[in-house]
């Protein structure tokens, strides 16, 4: 049973900085690309970040490049959104997400696994 459990959420301030992690169990971690997701109220969710099988290619929205940085820990089976600079429009719930592939996408059908989500709260 593939599990992927996100934890690290919370409320902070705009300007902070939050790491979030996933930690996953029931696959082989090493061999999926990994994804984060958010969604905020009333939104739908969408693409924030995703890094390869190896951690080798990594890709990030536009609204969050250069600020928020995903890395993966094989040997811990988890992967990490390190968020900087936090802006209120970053509140949301973030998923994480787990693409067979390998490579990573932007797209939301091309994971097959989804945790329940952590959520951040940003106040201005």
């Known amino acids: 049973q593939v599990q992927l459990v996100e934890s690290g959420g919370g409320l902070v301030q705009a300007g902070d900085s939050l790491r979030v992690s996933c930690a996953a169990s029931g696959l082989t971690f090493s061999s999926y690309a990994m994804g984060w997701f958010r969604q905020a109220p009333g939104k739908e969710r969408e693409f924030v970040a995703t890094?390869?099988?190896?951690?080798?290619?990594?890709y990030y929205t536009h609204s969050v490049k250069g600020r928020f940085i995903i890395s993966r820990d094989n040997a811990k089976n988890t992967v990490y959104l390190q968020m900087n600079s936090l802006k209120p429009e970053d509140t949301a719930v973030y998923y994480c997400a787990a693409d067979r592939w390998g490579l990573g996408s932007d797209s939301r059908e091309r994971y097959e696994y989804w945790g329940q989500g952590t959520e951040v709260t940003v106040s201005s």
């Open positions: 890094i390869s099988w190896s951690g080798s290619t990594t």
